[in-house]
């Protein structure tokens, strides 16, 4: 079996996990480093047919977007995991207090067993195969649910997988909702969830029930600010290719703008000239991915039409209206400008997740401060200035998962970097380090040799000793 369809190989796919896990709770150091190795050749040796699947998936999909944002950094995470993992998995040191003497502490990172992982469609392998990392280098087994959106990439991957793993050890999921929702449901031992705020709720209700561990990576409405001394040209240099990349779908591109009003005219013309140079065209570019599907692609319609109809100015930054209706047969939208916006737009209340991008002008900075921290925190925060006061001032006066200075969404392909949310937009990080030690237990272990002071502690109570301890500790 090289995918699971049903409830019934789900359950019994998890039984025969643990099982598998109970016999081996603790993988050697070159075991954890031949099935790293196994799942880099694996996206090595697959590229093409991997760029094939996904295009096939989303109708049609950029090979560089995939190239970039799926295998790229998939194999950056598993290059960086390798490198480091034998100093992850060495017992950490820990002190003692004198009180305790003579003992030795340490923390042993223990793999959890089996983790559930539910992938999202936006960037199926990184978003799989980047926790699946973590959870092997950890010891763990793994099941993955992939998103019924990419039925391809899950096939493909599902059989890939099947040729180097067992099913005990790593096995794929396809489905609908039915199988998702039974998934967040099964007692793992850690589930890791990547997806939207909504979902990630009903995700750890589930979870709940078993007393599952989650990790939630959600989303949100991440903010960019252009600061008022800053270079206009020079900012949409450094964000334009985090909002366009897999043409806006993508959980940590900017969501919407900060400009200071009297540069938002330059903003504009800046942004569509820079979007004009990366896609002259989109209709037949073959460097502009889809809209995944056409529930996604009338839901970005309907936002740009009721922001219009409540009175905002839509510009679209590629207006050929010879290429609309093969833009529209090919489910492409260019990136759309949205300025004069207000709150009761749809525009300003749902994570956008596609090319479009309100503009919000701004003449003192103290009004940007209110509205970032009267709203739920966001997965990033982007900053566009080269002052390192201003900097400064929305590092400690706001909040959000993870933060770029002049630079939009690549703190994630940075594998030292935790990566993960706060509030609204998730709990839980991983990536590097942190990803190793999510899918870990840190198990404190306290050691007494042949000699043992504790008896001096014991009843009958108020001795010389118990109260010289209390003295030297009870201050």
Not at 56 to 82: E, M, P, Q, V
Not at 115 to 123: A, D, E, K, L, M
Not at 255 to 260: A, G, M, R, T
Not at 442 to 454: D, E, F, P, S
Request: charged residues 20%; hydrophobic residues 40%; proline residues 5%.
């Amino acid at each position: 079996m090289t995918e699971i369809t049903t409830i019934a190989e789900l359950e019994s796919g998890l039984a025969s996990q643990k099982k598998y896990f109970s016999k081996n709770m603790y993988p050697s150091y070159q075991e954890r480093v031949n099935d790293l190795k196994s799942l880099k050749k694996l996206l090595l040796a697959n590229q093409d047919e991997f760029i094939k699947a996904l295009s096939l998936d989303f109708g049609h999909r950029s090979a560089d977007d995939t190239k970039i944002g799926d295998i790229l950094t998939t194999i950056s995470g598993i290059n960086y995991t390798l490198k480091r993992m034998k100093r992850w998995m060495k017992p950490q040191r820990k002190h003692i207090g004198l009180l305790f003497q003579p003992a030795k502490g340490e923390v042993v990172s223990q793999p959890k067993g089996v983790i559930g992982i539910v992938t999202p469609w936006n960037y199926p392998l990184f978003l799989s195969l980047g926790p699946l990392t973590a959870a092997l280098a950890a010891g763990n087994v793994a099941m993955i649910k992939m998103s019924e959106y990419s039925p391809h990439t899950s096939t493909l991957l599902a059989k890939l997988i099947a040729d180097i793993f067992p099913a005990e050890k790593v096995t794929i999921v396809a489905g609908d909702v039915k199988i998702a929702t039974k998934f967040s449901s099964l007692a793992f031992d850690h589930l890791f969830f990547t997806g939207s705020t909504a979902v990630g709720k009903l995700v750890m209700k589930s979870a709940a029930e078993n007393l599952v561990p989650v990790t939630l990576e959600l989303g949100g409405k991440s903010p960019a600010i252009i600061d008022s001394a800053m270079d206009i040209a020079t900012a949409v240099s450094r964000l334009i290719l985090g909002k366009t990349l897999n043409s806006g779908q993508t959980c940590v591109a900017p969501d919407y703008i900060f400009c200071p009003r009297d540069k938002c005219d330059e903003l504009v013309k800046e942004i569509t000239a820079r979007y004009q140079q990366m896609y002259p065209s989109l209709g037949n570019n073959d460097d502009c991915t889809s809209i995944i599907n056409d529930a996604q692609y009338q839901r970005l319609c309907l936002l740009l039409s009721d922001a219009k109809e409540k009175g905002a100015v839509v510009i679209p930054c590629l207006h050929d209206t010879t290429e609309i209706s093969k833009q529209r047969a090919a489910r492409k939208l260019p990136l759309t400008l949205v300025c004069d916006v207000q709150d009761d737009m749809l525009v300003m209340q749902q994570e956008i997740f596609g090319p479009i991008l309100p503009i919000i002008a701004y003449d003192e900075i103290g009004e940007v401060f209110d509205y970032i921290t009267s709203r739920p925190r966001p997965l990033a925060l982007y900053i566009y200035s080269f002052d390192k006061v201003f900097q400064q001032e929305f590092l400690l006066k706001t909040h959000a998962g993870g933060v770029c200075i002049n630079e939009a969404a690549f703190h994630v392909a940075n594998d030292d970097l935790p990566f993960g949310g706060v509030g609204a937009s998730g709990m839980g990080q991983y990536h590097g380090k942190e990803g190793f030690k999510t899918f870990s237990h840190q198990k404190a272990v306290l050691t007494r040799g042949r000699i043992n002071l504790t008896p001096l502690l014991f009843p009958p109570f108020n001795t010389a000793i118990h109260r010289l301890v209390y003295k030297l500790f009870i201050r």
